[in-house]
């Protein structure tokens, strides 16, 4: 991936306030204050299309997919996998058969590990991480190197929150057999170079799985453009439903493994000596889905195209450029991810305050930020903390927000210091 981070005298014309009018939470209160909601990397907020069209579903076309010939069932189905071809086309990925839905980032990890990674990785072999992944891009791989006997080895970081890339070229031995790589770090910010560490991988014929739970909602993502093997994401960080997710698979290598979960529609004829899978993606499909969350994902990124990603993403970097400075004013505050190229996440310690204590003060403000290790515990001990304040942002975030949290920060200085 290139930079993204835009100049700051890019024009950015986003009309904030219009956006806002589409996300009815943003006029609730909390403590009687106006609610500002930072903690948007946990989870984004949803605009009306969306809640809408979860809405319309269970009202008018409630019905199982991919099994009935009524009429609500066809139709059902038909919205179900219409929703299949947009994220398609979202993600720029060759086909249909190439996207998998499941209940969000973990499961798609998890279903990788499971079927490719049990499939491929054998004893002796080696699976590479970084030093910044998610737990849900650690455990799932830590299961498998434990059943297996396969190694786990690190790409380290710098203080900056930067991936040393020269160290992770040095890590291929003809042992390794997978990458698995966090796009954009939840508690760091940092953007990694995923296309370039794709090539690299390749050039040793070492596929690539790219962790993208908080990229897709602020840049735009091209799998056919970053070529790597696996690409996972979830719906609610980026102003969809919660329980759907995607696992972007190249179609080869979602041929070749075996089932994930065994089921219903993910078969083709069962009998009790043998049963036979369905094509592709259903094999990797067991069960009825979240038809509700998958129709309403569809109207998710109609919501986001129709705004479109590089605006949201110049808009959100601008805003990104304006807090950081911002808090960097506040005496005693520390950025904890500095890289070059970050997305939208803030994270920071302020002296003599404990990161729960910033959160519950801010909370009392109105101000909804996450604090802890944001669930990924080696980036704290690396940086020699037990948690951080994160203050993630979203499309409809906007400056004045940042000005009432950088003034109630004065605040929690003044109580604590
Ligand atoms: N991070 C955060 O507050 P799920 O829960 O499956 O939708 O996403 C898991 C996940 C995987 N990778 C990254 C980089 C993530 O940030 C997350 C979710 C949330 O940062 C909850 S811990």
């Given at each position: 991936m290139t930079a993204v981070v835009p100049q700051v005298d890019q024009p950015v014309f986003l009309d904030v306030d219009s956006v806002r009018e589409d996300f009815p939470i943003l006029k609730e209160h909390v403590h009687g204050k106006p609610l500002i909601y930072f903690d948007n990397g946990a989870t984004s907020q949803k605009p009306i299309p969306v809640i809408e069209a979860m809405h319309r579903y269970y009202l008018q076309e409630n019905s199982n997919i991919?099994?009935?010939?009524h009429l609500l069932s066809t139709q059902a189905t038909i919205a179900y996998e219409q929703a299949r071809s947009k994220v398609k086309s979202f993600i720029n990925a060759g086909s249909e058969n190439e996207v998998v839905f499941v209940r969000g980032t973990t499961e798609a990890i998890n279903l990788v590990a499971q079927t490719y990674g049990r499939q491929n990785v054998k004893s002796g072999d080696e699976i590479i991480l970084t030093a910044m992944e998610h737990h849900s891009n650690i455990v799932p791989w830590q299961l498998l190197a434990k059943q297996n006997g396969a190694t786990i080895k690190v790409v380290p970081m710098t203080?900056?929150?930067?991936?040393i890339i020269d160290e992770y070229e040095k890590m291929f031995t003809p042992r390794t057999r997978l990458v698995a790589v966090v796009?954009?770090?939840?508690?760091?910010?940092t953007v990694n170079p995923v296309h370039h560490m794709v090539e690299i991988a390749h050039r040793h014929g070492v596929p690539v799985l790219v962790d993208g739970a908080q990229a897709v909602q602020h840049m735009p993502v091209d799998m056919r453009a970053m070529q790597c093997d696996f690409y996972a994401f979830s719906a609610h960080k980026m102003y969809g439903p919660t329980g759907v997710g995607i696992l972007y698979g190249r179609e080869e290598l979602l041929q070749d493994m075996p089932p994930y979960q065994g089921g219903?529609?993910?078969?083709?004829s069962v009998s009790f000596e043998e049963t036979t899978f369905n094509e592709l993606p259903y094999k990797f499909e067991a069960g009825t889905p979240n038809i509700s969350g998958g129709i309403a994902f569809d109207a998710t990124i109609d919501y986001v195209n129709q705004i479109g990603m590089h605006r949201i993403m110049a808009y959100e970097n601008a805003l990104m450029r304006y807090a950081t400075e911002s808090l960097l004013n506040i005496p005693g505050l520390r950025i904890i991810g500095t890289a070059k190229t970050k997305a939208s996440v803030i994270s920071f310690v302020l002296d003599g305050v404990h990161p729960h204590d910033v959160g519950t003060f801010l909370d009392l403000e109105g101000i909804a930020i996450r604090t802890g290790h944001h669930c990924t515990q080696p980036v704290m001990t690396f940086f020699g903390i037990p948690a951080t304040s994160r203050v993630s942002l979203a499309l409809y975030n906007k400056k004045e927000e940042i000005d009432v949290l950088v003034e109630a920060l004065h605040k929690v200085r003044k109580t604590f210091g």
């Open positions: 991919h099994r009935g010939v203080d900056q929150g930067e991936l796009h954009v770090s939840n508690s760091l910010g219903g529609d993910m078969i083709r």
